[in-house]
C-alpha cells in the first residue's frame, strides 16, 4: 500500500510551504505527494520547483490552463491513477491548511478498519480545528460552529442538498476513486469533494473520524470558508446560486449514479428521491423538510420557481457558491 496526497495549487505560495511541510512532517510519513499547479503567477511555480529539491517525495506537474477547483481534481485524479496500487489510499489537500502530525496514522487505521467491514469504496474524513491566518484558535471543532450534525447529515436524501465533509480532511481507496473517474461528469459538480461524497453515499461507505487533525486556516483568498459573517443580501444570492448548481448536480449525479451502480454490481441499489413528479419539486421537498439552515430550506422556493423558468443545462465549474 502507497499513501498518496494530492495538492491543486493556483496562486497559493503564501501558505504552501507550510501546508507542505505538515504533510511531509508525519508520524507516519506519506509515500507520494502529487502537486498540480494550475497556471499560478504568483511565484507558486518557482516555490514548488525548489521543495521538490528538498522533498524527493514531491512530485511536482505543471498545467497550462486553470479550470477550476473541481476540474482541477479530476484532472488530477486522473493522471494519477495509473500509477495507484489497488489498496493505495489517497488524501485531498488544500493549499494553505495545515495537518497535524498523527493526521496519516489515525486516518489509515480508521480506513482499514472500514475496509475490513465492507468492501473497497470506502470515504474517511475527520475534524478540523478553525484558525485565522496566522494559526490563532478561532473556535476548536468545525462542527461545533455550524448547523451540521453528524451523523445525521451523512443520511442520503440530506448529502444530496448539503455537504458536510471538509474536502480537505478527505481520504479515499482507489476503488472508489476509479469509480468516480469512470462515471461521474465533474462539470456538474458543485464541488470535486461533494462528487466523492454522493458516490461513496450511494455505492461505499463513508466513515466519520471525530478526531482534530488539521488547522482549517481562514483568510481572504478562500474559495471557501467557515464561519464567516456575510450580509443578508450575500446569502439570498448565493442561497439562489447554490440552489440551482445543487438542482443541476443532482440532475446529473442521478444518471452518474446508474452507470456507478452497474459498474459497483450493486443489486439492490438504493433510492434517489424517490416518488413521483418532476425532480426540482422532490428536490425542493427534501430542501424544506431537511435543510439543516433556514437558508438551506429557502433553497426549496428556487427549485419551485424552476419548474416554471428552468435552469440551464450546466455550470462553469468554479462558480462562487455559498456556504449556508
Request: proline share 5%; net charge neutral; aromatic share 8%.
Amino acid at each position: 500500500m502507497m499513501i498518496r496526497v494530492v495538492v491543486c495549487t493556483h496562486n497559493g505560495v503564501q501558505f504552501l510551504e507550510a501546508q507542505l511541510a505538515s504533510i511531509m512532517g508525519q508520524n507516519r510519513p506519506v509515500d507520494v505527494v502529487h502537486v498540480f499547479d494550475f497556471a499560478s503567477v504568483d511565484g507558486t511555480r518557482d516555490l514548488l520547483e525548489c521543495l521538490a529539491q528538498r522533498w524527493p517525495t514531491l512530485d511536482v506537474r505543471m498545467v497550462a490552463h486553470a479550470p477550476g477547483v473541481t476540474l482541477s481534481f479530476f484532472h488530477a485524479f486522473a493522471q494519477i491513477m495509473p500509477e495507484c496500487g489497488s489498496d493505495d489510499v489517497i488524501f485531498l489537500s488544500d493549499q494553505d491548511d495545515i495537518w497535524l502530525p498523527d493526521k496519516t496514522n489515525r486516518m489509515l487505521d480508521c480506513m482499514a478498519n472500514a475496509r475490513a467491514q465492507s468492501d473497497d469504496r470506502v470515504l474517511v474524513f475527520h475534524d478540523v480545528q478553525i484558525c485565522d491566518e496566522m494559526l490563532r484558535p478561532i473556535q476548536q471543532s468545525y462542527y461545533e460552529g455550524t448547523s451540521f450534525r453528524l451523523p445525521r447529515d451523512l443520511a442520503p436524501e440530506r448529502v444530496l442538498i448539503a455537504n458536510p465533509v471538509i474536502g480537505h480532511t478527505v481520504a479515499v481507496t482507489k476503488p472508489l476513486l476509479k469509480l468516480a473517474l469512470v462515471c461521474l461528469r465533474p462539470e456538474y459538480y458543485v464541488m470535486h469533494d461533494w462528487a466523492l461524497v454522493l458516490l461513496a453515499t450511494y455505492t461505499g461507505k463513508i466513515v466519520y473520524l471525530n478526531d482534530r487533525l488539521g488547522l482549517y486556516r481562514q483568510h481572504e483568498a478562500n474559495i471557501l470558508g467557515a464561519g464567516r459573517k456575510r450580509s443578508l443580501a450575500y446569502y439570498i444570492k448565493r442561497g439562489a446560486q447554490l440552489s440551482r448548481s445543487v438542482g443541476i448536480q443532482t440532475s446529473a449525479f442521478i444518471e452518474d449514479c446508474r452507470c456507478a451502480l452497474e459498474k459497483a454490481g450493486i443489486a439492490d441499489p438504493p433510492l434517489i428521491l424517490p416518488g413521483r413528479g418532476p425532480l426540482a419539486l422532490r428536490l425542493g421537498m427534501v430542501m424544506a423538510r431537511q435543510g439543516h439552515t433556514l437558508g438551506h430550506r429557502l433553497m426549496s422556493i428556487v427549485q419551485i420557481k424552476g419548474l416554471l423558468w428552468p435552469f440551464k443545462s450546466g455550470r462553469r465549474d468554479g462558480d462562487d457558491v455559498a456556504v449556508l
